[in-house]
């Protein structure tokens, strides 16, 4: 029960940065928001496969916003 609470935890905490980060969305390029959207959904993923573990959170957040950053330069 313990290690759901964790993963719950993490997950919002991860949606707070990216959220944050969307503050200044009107001045960033399109490949910008690609690797901010990708470094919160990577986070997110990682968080709930490690089951909440800091390392995967933060290692899909920046697998995630690589992945997004290769994307949006596609556009």
């Known amino acids: ?12 905490a991860v949606l ?8 200044s969305w009107d001045n960033m390029s ?3 928001k690609s690797a901010v959207t990708g470094a919160g959904l ?12 800091v390392l995967g959170t933060v ?3 920046a697998i995630g ?3 997004g950053d290769q994307v949006g330069k596609n556009r």
């Open 1 to 12: 029960m313990k290690s759901a609470n964790i993963i719950k935890f993490s997950a919002v």
């Open 16 to 23: 707070f940065v990216a959220l944050g980060g969307c503050s």
């Open 30 to 32: 399109h490949r910008q």
């Open 42 to 53: 990577g986070g997110v993923a990682g968080a709930v496969i490690s089951g909440g573990g």
């Open 59 to 61: 290692g899909g957040a």
């Open 65 to 67: 916003g690589v992945i």
